[in-house]
């Protein structure tokens, strides 16, 4: 009797423990699990700001890129640094973090000059005379206009029951940007006067009689039907892929023609060739061969490398629920222009470029191209490691 009643008791102690021992490694399991949430939540809200930073750089400095343009070059701090300034804060108002809309302190907007050469620090320094760049500061912390801490959910009980946060982004007009031969393929281009604020709503590149968008021959003077058809299909023939492509989907093509590589462009040095309303002979099939643009759609969807790329979620648009393999990620020229937005016809100067994200082409009788339209300016590859034009649109650098 004495060793059965000992072993009860052993058995008895040792539930205990285990009892205890789950307790403690369920309010362990139940810490992380509330950390990982206030974590995330954080992570969340420094995307968010860094996002409105990015965005409030880029069109302060736009602006700037701007005043030199209407001011012959000239820039007079007294008055211009407001109108830069209203810019950046405009952006704050018009974004959330954390479900608020953001002020932007005055302080926060700095206007300066940025340095290429990366071995110098630091690269921006405030400067009031011939600016080039612009430097925005965002915060939800307890300063002055610091939009307040973010609450927290779970780790109050450890007496952090607010975070501060803050994110920074420069932007500069670092020197004419440059898009090498090749990486143009839609024969279509933007107005500036889409940027920053006329970009968010989707574009359909059809009669664009006054949509701030047109079509262009690139830089020939004078292209046929035949001719433009062939840059087109071209422009597939030109990819290592391209001709088995082609003879898998079109084998009885009439003939494939040579390949193109689309001409490399320096912004506010190139000049492409508008031609006012749709170029309706690339959407139109030719016997056995296929409506050109119909075909580079299909064939660069899947070839655009679009896996790392962050789709804008712009309403009304949300392209986080596309198929990557259904849309397409393509660059496009952006042309200078004043407002109001006119059919760009003729020779225009190219100022920029832009992504674009096709989701669809309309053939006959629409004859059209869905787009979305990124709203940050893409630079493949800017200058300003010293002297030389300033470029005329914006581009992030830090």
Same mark, same amino acid.
């Given at each position: 009797m004495k060793h059965r009643h000992a072993r009860y008791l052993v058995l008895t102690n040792s539930r205990g423990a285990t009892l205890v021992l789950v307790a403690i490694l369920m309010a362990v399991l139940i810490g992380f699990a509330a950390l990982a949430i206030d974590i995330g939540y954080v992570a969340t809200t420094r995307n968010e700001l860094q996002n409105i930073s990015d965005a409030a750089a880029l069109a302060a400095t736009g602006k700037l890129g701007e005043i030199y343009l209407e001011n012959d070059g000239l820039y007079n701090h007294d008055t211009d640094h407001t109108l830069i300034e209203a810019i950046a804060i405009e952006v704050g108002q018009k974004n959330q973090a954390a479900g608020l809309s953001i002020v932007i302190a005055d302080s926060d907007i700095e206007i300066g000059s940025w340095n290429g050469d990366s071995g110098v620090s630091p690269r921006f320094t405030s400067n *009031?005379? &011939?600016?080039?760049?612009? +430097?925005? *500061?965002?915060? +939800? &912390?307890?300063?002055?206009n610091g939009n307040g801490n973010i609450a927290t959910f779970f780790a109050r009980v450890f007496g952090n029951d607010s975070v501060a946060i803050m994110a920074d982004a420069v932007a500069a007009l670092t020197g004419p940007a440059v898009i090498d031969p090749g990486v143009l393929k839609l024969p279509v281009g933007l107005s500036e006067n889409q940027f920053p604020n006329n970009c968010k709503e989707p574009i359909t590149f059809g009669d664009t009689l006054d949509s701030c968008a047109g079509w262009h021959i690139f830089d020939e003077d004078k292209v046929n039907a035949n001719d433009l058809d062939a840059m087109i299909v071209g422009m597939i023939v030109a990819h290592p892929d391209g001709l088995a492509w082609l003879e898998t989907n079109y084998p009885d093509m009439n003939k494939i023609p040579a390949g193109y590589d689309s001409p490399g462009v320096t912004s506010g040095e190139t000049i492409f060739n508008f031609q006012g309303g749709t /170029?309706?002979?690339?959407?139109?099939?030719?016997?056995?061969?296929?409506?050109? /643009?119909?075909?580079?759609?299909?064939?660069?969807?899947? +070839? &655009? &490398?679009?896996?790392?790329?962050?789709f804008p979620d712009q309403a009304p648009f949300n392209l986080a629920e596309f198929d990557r393999n259904d849309v397409w990620v393509a660059t496009v020229p952006v042309y200078a222009e004043t407002l109001p937005c006119k059919n760009p016809t003729g020779e225009i100067l190219i100022v920029g470029q832009a992504d674009i994200i096709v989701t669809q082409i309309n053939g006959p009788p629409e004859k059209s191209i869905d787009a979305v339209i990124d709203c940050n300016y893409k630079a493949l590859r800017g200058g300003g490691a010293g002297g030389g034009t300033k470029g005329l649109l914006p581009n992030l650098v830090e």
């Open positions: *009031t005379v &011939d600016p080039d760049a612009v +430097r925005v *500061t965002v915060r +939800r &912390d307890d300063s002055l /170029i309706a002979s690339l959407f139109n099939s030719n016997g056995k061969n296929p409506a050109p /643009i119909v075909a580079l759609f299909d064939f660069w969807k899947e +070839r &655009d &490398d679009d896996e790392e790329y962050n």
